[in-house]
């Protein structure tokens, strides 16, 4: 059951998208029985201090979220992300990516079944990205500034068992 709460509005003007103000509004929360397909691991508790994993779990979810669309070609936001540094299903570490419609379709055992295909899509996808240190294209919006996701999300990857892809380069026109 994913559970979510919206407490706060945003005003946009219409055509500019211009931020215009915002507030606190006052709803019902809304719940979501579904399917969902997730990664944990106990080992990846030690070593890491708890706001580098928050922001590793974040980024290679993001990352996997993307790779993930891509295989089974579906809309990015058929797929709900959450992540928990000590998820109380499973006391460890894991990323979750649940179907965005009542009971699931079976979106989520095709993921169980691509599972190292998106581990490995997803470190690739990070790896290769031109950006320095995690962007909306790789680990997702940065949320924090002067925080590496991009290193932070490899380590997390590799750490779920992602192979090391040789790093692709461009061919270079007149470059022996
Ligand atoms: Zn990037």
């Known amino acids: ?20 103000g915002w507030g606190p509004i006052d709803l019902p929360e809304l719940e979501l029985q579904t399917t969902a397909y997730w990664l944990t691991g106990e080992e990846l508790a030690d070593g890491w201090r708890r706001d580098e994993l928050d922001v590793a779990l974040i980024g290679a979810g993001r990352a996997i979220q993307a790779v993930a669309a891509v295989l089974l070609m579906i809309d990015p936001r058929d797929l709900g992300l959450v992540s928990q540094v000590r998820s109380p299903h499973h006391d460890a570490p ?34 290769t990205c031109s950006c320095d240190a995690g962007c909306p294209a790789c680990t997702g919006p940065r949320l924090e500034p002067g925080v590496d996701a991009k290193a932070l999300a490899l380590r997390l990857l590799r750490g779920l068992g ?15």
């Open 1 to 20: 059951m994913v559970a979510s709460l919206v407490t706060l509005f945003k005003k946009l003007k219409f055509g500019t998208d211009e931020n215009v």
């Open 94 to 127: 894991t990323i979750y990516l649940y179907e965005a419609v009542p009971g699931g379709v079976g979106l989520s055992e095709r993921l169980w079944a691509r599972h190292e295909e998106l581990v490995d899509g997803a470190a690739d996808l990070i790896a």
């Open 162 to 176: 992602a192979r090391r892809t040789p790093v692709r380069r461009a061919a270079i026109p007149g470059a022996a």
